[in-house]
């Protein structure tokens, strides 16, 4: 019996569903899981959250409401215990988007398509009142990828993303959802538009510049998005919301500031928690890394990364391995 074992009888008993089985279907780069609970009929999500831990449901349960008066498709809250972090949650459906296209991989164009008009959607709301990516945090955000990646601090690094976001990707104004990949998406193509498109992973929301959640699904860590759908996603998304010109460049500047941070996270993951999952991950990372600093705008992030960072090869992801 775990420690949390306790909380969670008790936190099922006054819901009703102290007896049904049990499932864990999911855990994350946090110390969150996810269960699956069911009566062998009906379905429903725990969500184990431990305070002792860090972990406040308190943002999700927030973000959660936003979604929905947006008429987007989070999981519904069902029940909660603040205080054992503990939530009970409606079960979005059984697969993801990465899962519906390793099995169906001629649908990606419709499967993406969709997964951009939330984003398009979200881009033409009022930005809620969350922490905002200015380009100081940005940076600011990329110095794990000194200490953990490099193993080195890397103030310059940090310097140099400030002001390449200071340059092309200054204005925070859009709700992010910041994990916004296909592993944390639920596809349900029974239902139209919008529903299509089930939300997770959104507690870490904040607001920032156009086209952040963009980079997210289309320089995914964990799969290859193929560059036609990429290049008619971002066509699709500027014609939607009237991006400028401009916005491959910016675009090019998230999905670059992004995957540096991912570099750092993964290689902590690795090192200070055991989580070796994500090491075969970064090759990917780096991959997408260099292709959004090839943009003539990122010219001066690119010369610093390349100063000051290590591709990733066999011999680091080693070393990240130990």
């Known amino acids: 019996m775990s420690d949390r074992d306790p909380a969670i009888t008790g936190f099922l008993s006054r819901t009703g569903?102290?007896?049904?089985?049990?499932?864990v279907i999911a855990a994350d780069a946090s110390s969150r899981r996810y269960l699956?609970?069911?009566?062998?009929?009906?379905?429903?999500?725990?969500?184990?959250?431990?305070p002792e831990t860090g972990e406040n449901i308190a943002p999700f349960i927030d973000?959660?409401?936003?979604?929905?008066?947006?008429?987007?498709?989070?999981?519904?809250?069902l029940a909660q215990d603040s205080q054992a972090g503990l939530l009970l949650l409606s079960d979005l459906g059984r697969d993801s988007v990465a899962q519906w296209l390793d099995q169906h991989p001629t649908e990606a164009l419709p499967v993406y398509r969709a997964s951009t008009d939330v984003?398009?959607?979200?881009?033409?709301?009022?930005?809620?009142?969350?922490?905002?990516?200015?380009?100081?945090?940005?940076?600011?955000?990329?110095?794990?990828t000194g200490t953990h990646?490099?193993?080195?601090?890397?103030?310059?690094?940090?310097?140099?993303?400030?002001?390449?976001?200071?340059?092309?990707?200054?204005?925070?104004?859009?709700l992010a959802l910041r994990d916004y990949h296909a592993e944390n998406l639920i596809w349900r193509p029974e239902l139209v538009g919008?529903?299509?498109?089930?939300?997770?992973?959104?507690?870490?929301?904040?607001?920032?510049p156009l086209g952040y959640d963009l980079a997210s699904l289309l320089r995914d860590a964990r799969r290859d998005?193929?560059?036609?759908?990429?290049?008619?996603?971002?066509?699709h998304f500027m014609a939607e919301t009237g991006a400028g010109a401009d916005f491959p460049a910016q675009l090019a500047c998230l999905g670059a500031q992004r995957n540096l941070r991912i570099l750092g996270v993964f290689a902590r993951l690795a090192v200070e928690m055991g989580k070796t999952r994500y090491i075969p991950m970064i090759p990917r990372v780096w991959?997408?890394?260099?292709?959004?600093?090839a943009h003539p705008a990122l010219s001066d992030l690119r010369a610093a990364v390349s100063d000051m960072l290590p591709a990733p090869d066999t011999a680091l992801l080693a070393r990240l391995q130990r």
Not at 135 to 140: S, T
Not at 287 to 293: G, I, P, S, T, V
């Open 63 to 77: 973000i959660a409401h936003c979604l929905v008066s947006a008429g987007l498709h989070p999981p519904a809250i």
């Open 149 to 174: 990646y490099a193993q080195r601090p890397l103030p310059d690094l940090v310097a140099a993303v400030t002001k390449t976001m200071q340059a092309l990707a200054p204005q925070p104004d859009t």
């Open 36 to 50: 699956r609970l069911t009566d062998g009929t009906k379905t429903v999500i725990l969500m184990d959250a431990p």
């Open 119 to 144: 984003l398009i959607h979200l881009a033409k709301l009022p930005p809620p009142a969350l922490t905002r990516l200015t380009p100081q945090v940005a940076g600011e955000m990329v110095a794990i």
């Open 17 to 23: 569903h102290e007896r049904w089985t049990r499932q």
């Open 287 to 293: 991959a997408q890394l260099q292709k959004d600093l």
């Open 225 to 235: 998005v193929p560059d036609d759908i990429c290049a008619a996603m971002v066509a």
């Open 194 to 208: 919008l529903a299509r498109v089930g939300l997770l992973d959104f507690q870490d929301a904040f607001v920032a």
